[in-house]
């Protein structure tokens, strides 16, 4: 492979694949440089790099605002991808696209699978199966990534929204009856940089939908006491001041209403990735230690 054009740099995926593919030739594009809501300037930026891969971490990701936002979601999430992927095809490329477990209603008591039915329930969630679609529709060599609960030690995420209140709260109330998989940033991109070495872009087989998260579930409520605990694991080595909060109080859907409704179950098995590209990611509590040493405060 000689040229990859990476989207969405300035993101939590973006920012950690530009890191891990410094082997590659990237050329790594933030908002300013590809504005994904103008067709005609991604059709002119594909043209003028000729990349032979085309990785697509970009989205628009604000759930709740997305609600009111259709058009703008639909734009970036849907219509982008299908116009890259139509470039790509057009260069005989292949593509990378990261989509979200947000394409479930969440209702399945058990882990969702790849063919398992997709019923989305939010704006977000529906821009997102929507650039799925298009990009199948075209008929190029791809992988679409869905993965969960994205968070890293760069960017805006919950991670550092659950640090930052901690540090100014004696006390939180978490969400406790929505379980899925923490996944880093860090997992995701170690994930890519292996499948490419092992994804034949020409073996149609391979072409597809795959579920790629961190093992395991946990509900946020979960998760926000193993980023706490882990904080203060680290506290004393990271010279990091004492959080403020000293109890995370467990409360359900209901008592948090948001303008976006998300899915009661978002965990996904990761069986196909590993069965194609004997690929296995570490656990989310593996992933949330990797990024906390990563983590600046």
């Not at 946020?220 to 006491?225: D, L, N, P």
């Amino acid at each position: 492979m000689k040229k990859i054009l990476l989207t969405g740099v300035n993101g939590q995926v973006g920012h950690s694949l530009q890191q891990k593919l410094a082997h590659y030739e990237v050329i790594a594009l933030n908002r300013n440089q590809l504005d994904l809501t103008d067709t005609a300037a991604i059709q002119r930026v594909v043209r003028a790099i000729q990349p032979d891969l085309i990785i697509n971490p970009a989205a628009y990701t604000a759930v709740d605002k997305a609600e009111t936002e259709p058009d703008l979601a639909f734009a970036i999430n849907a219509a982008a991808p299908q116009v890259l992927a139509e470039e790509a095809a057009k260069l005989g490329a292949a593509f990378i696209h990261f989509s979200t477990d947000y394409v479930y209603d969440g209702t399945k008591a058990s882990a969702y699978i790849e063919t398992d039915t997709v019923n989305p329930i939010s704006v977000y969630g529906k821009s997102k199966l929507a650039g799925e679609e298009a990009i199948r529709l075209v008929g190029l060599p791809h992988l679409i990534l869905r993965t969960s609960w994205v968070y890293g030690a760069y960017g805006k995420n919950f991670l550092k929204t659950i640090i930052r209140l901690a540090s100014e709260r004696d006390s939180l109330r978490i969400v406790a009856d929505q379980y899925g998989a923490p996944t880093s940033n860090e997992s995701i991109a170690d994930a890519v940089v292996s499948l490419l070495t092992t994804w034949q872009m020409n073996d149609a087989s391979q072409t597809g939908i795959y579920h790629l998260t961190n093992q395991g579930k946990t509900s946020w409520h979960g998760f926000s006491e193993a980023i706490v605990e882990e904080y203060h694991r680290l506290a004393i080595h990271k010279n990091w001041s004492p959080l403020k909060a000293s109890e995370i109080v467990p409360i359900s859907t209901a008592d948090y209403p948001t303008p976006a409704v998300r899915p009661a179950n978002s965990y996904l098995d990761n069986s196909k990735l590993n069965q194609v590209f004997g690929l296995n990611l570490p656990t989310w509590q593996q992933g949330l230690q990797q990024v906390m040493h990563l983590l600046i405060i």
